[in-house]
């Protein structure tokens, strides 16, 4: 079956399919031309364009060394023509899929008979680019041992800085009838090296080693750099071209993959065949994998909040519940203790209910509080309290049956919470006026749940909290994913975000709700916190910020310290705290402490703002 890794018997299902047909192919008159030739070389299935000119035709004799061979997961090898034609657009590089396991060595001469067809990692519908490929192969060994075609070497130079080209309009925004220029972008660069061998220097790690077996690296060491060593994505446009994922041919039990934080460095040469695949795009696939240099990165601890300050925490942990080791929990209530200094409100995203994903109508998470909080007195923390709503069981996504939501954490001996007829899973909270003063009609109180704004996603969670006589609203937030959004290689380009749609409404209601507020008590204190699931630069965030309402205060950061999250070897925002203009003189800490590194005890960064109310 088709796919990068054995990540799941779902996905394997998904992409059991190996040909996708249909894909732009090329006139039938040029596609028999070639058809008829004496020899079809790989080049001339390859073609000028994403898609082969030969897409859907049966070849024969088709000629190449063996470069690589995959055994498990997508079963084939590669081949490489070592007589490249003169046009840089045409890959001299194509994969052979066979299914089972083939029976080619690396270096082998052989000729294959079988049918072109373009194969769309995760199916047409993902957006993804397809592979080139020959399936159905009648495989030929003339001689082994023989050299393998020179690897061309991507780098720093021979990497274009523009991305990717305009997609055609008339053609739904697809870039695949396009002509490759691999002089100008970056993604005709990759494509005109598909299938092909290639290597890469010394590079530095700019995505941790995944459970998957494979990291991030880039071929640019100045490009967009954060400030502990990854790559920014700091806009839309400021697109890091040099990115590459690296996967190694080796079996694991084999070879064992190395582990790499972001900032560590991948030493001497690694080469093998350019693939591409449905979780990242172009991959280098090792024959040859370099040496990880390890680096200094060490996990980040905030400064403790002065008497008078207000220290107000976001993190999302991961699908927490009490079916999760000890060691998860001790990890994570230790950060809140040690990397955090121990907020006084800690918003926490991600908290299921107390049987995990058991999908048995359970909603409750008491044991999972319960177990979460003793575990960070454990660690020398405060004796926390929480605040909390139940969600409708499986109303709210995530997991099915594990009933994930949003709560509230606070240190008793430093903040008071104000409980006003406690809402529940369906009822909305408001605003209203006491004592000149805004105030919740329910504290804790969820935001419109009825809006279909939050139809399967999580409903923001309002409370009110009291420090030094001193109202403060803080509103914990975990808008929906970007699940259903096309990749960065996408063959739309740009690439399809259909679920900005969403966290739209979302931001357009939070931003609402906190201008009752203000309209109630201008100079109320308002903080919006949690796992926006949103760039600092996105219309969700400018949604949020509407008016003045709200500011989100990531960006008072440097440029190069402004991200919660690494994704394919890019550092980015996800996790946020917005301010309301009232919260002035603040500081702004983004503790990196697990994106950044192979050993995670959540995916992201908890973020921590502290300020004088």
Avoid at 251 to 259: E, G
Avoid at 274 to 290: E, H, I, K, P, S
């Amino acid at each position: 079956m088709r796919s990068s890794h054995p990540r799941s018997a779902a996905i394997a299902a998904l992409v059991a399919t190996a040909l996708a047909t249909g894909l732009l192919a090329g006139s039938a008159d040029a596609a028999e031309g070639a058809a008829s030739a004496d020899q079809v070389r790989i080049h001339d299935i390859q073609g000028t364009t994403r898609i082969s000119p030969l897409n859907g035709k049966q070849v024969t004799g088709v000629e190449g060394i063996v470069t690589g061979v995959r055994t498990f997961g997508s079963r084939g090898f590669w081949m490489q023509d070592p007589d490249a034609d003169d046009d840089a657009a045409t890959s001299e590089g194509i994969f052979v899929f066979t299914s089972s396991v083939p029976t080619v060595a690396v270096g082998d001469a052989v000729k294959v008979n079988g049918t072109v067809g373009e194969y769309v990692p995760g199916g047409v519908s993902s957006g993804n680019q397809s592979i080139t490929q020959i399936a159905k192969p009648a495989v030929t060994v003339v001689s082994s041992g023989n050299a393998l075609p020179e690897a061309v070497t991507i780098n720093e130079y021979s990497v274009p800085a523009e991305y990717a080209p305009a997609g055609d309009a008339s053609a739904a925004g697809s870039i695949n009838g396009l002509p490759l220029d691999p002089s100008r972008y970056a993604l005709d660069y990759y494509e005109s090296l598909e299938g092909m061998n290639v290597r890469i220097g010394t590079s530095r790690v700019v995505g941790p080693t995944d459970p998957y077996s494979e990291l991030w690296v880039t071929v640019k060491g100045w490009e967009n750099t954060a400030k502990r060593g990854g790559t920014l994505y700091g806009s839309y446009e400021s697109q890091n071209t040099g990115r590459l994922q690296v996967q190694q041919l080796a079996p694991l039990a084999q070879q064992p993959f190395p582990v790499a934080n972001v900032g560590d460095k991948l030493t001497g040469t690694t080469e093998g065949p350019l693939d591409y695949n449905q979780f990242g795009g172009y991959t280098l696939v090792a024959r040859t994998l370099g040496q990880v240099q390890a680096g200094t990165l060490a996990p980040e601890k905030t400064k403790a909040q002065a008497p008078g300050e207000l220290a107000v925490a976001t993190y999302n942990v991961e699908n927490l519940d009490p079916s999760d080791p000890q060691t998860k929990f001790d990890n994570l209530a230790k950060a809140v203790v040690e990397n955090l200094a121990s907020p006084d409100i800690v918003a926490l995203e991600e908290i299921q209910d107390d049987n995990g994903a058991k999908n048995d109508g359970t909603v409750s998470a008491e044991q999972t509080l319960t177990k979460f909080t003793a575990a960070i007195a454990a660690a020398g923390g405060p004796a926390y309290q929480w605040r909390t709503i139940n969600p409708e069981n499986n109303k709210d996504g995530g997991e099915p049956g594990g009933n994930i939501r949003q709560v509230f954490l606070f240190n008793p001996a430093r903040v008071s919470f104000t409980d006003r007829a406690a809402g529940d899973s369906t009822t909305a909270t408001g605003v209203t006026t006491e004592k000149g003063h805004a105030a919740l009609t329910h504290s804790p109180g969820r935001i419109d749940p009825a809006n279909p704004a939050w139809t399967d996603s999580r409903k923001p969670l309002a409370g009110e909290f009291v420090f030094r006589g001193r109202t403060v609203f803080v509103i914990a937030n975990h808008f929906t994913s970007k699940g259903g959004d096309e990749g960065l290689t996408s063959a739309h380009q740009p690439p399809v975000r259909s679920s900005e749609a969403k966290r739209l409404l979302q931001a357009q209601a939070v931003n609402g709700f906190v201008k009752d507020i203000l309209a109630t008590e201008k100079n109320a204190d308002v903080l919006a916190v949690g796992d926006i699931n949103d760039f600092e630069f996105s219309g969700t965030a400018k949604a949020l910020e509407d008016g003045g309402a709200l500011y989100s205060a990531i960006k008072s950061l440097p440029k190069a310290e402004r991200y919660s999250y690494v994704y394919q070897g890019n550092a980015q925002v996800l996790d946020q705290i917005l301010t309301s203009p009232a919260v002035k003189n603040f500081s702004y800490d983004s503790v990196h402490i697990n994106a950044e590194f192979s050993a995670q005890n959540s995916d992201h960064d908890p973020q921590v703002l502290r300020f004088r109310p």
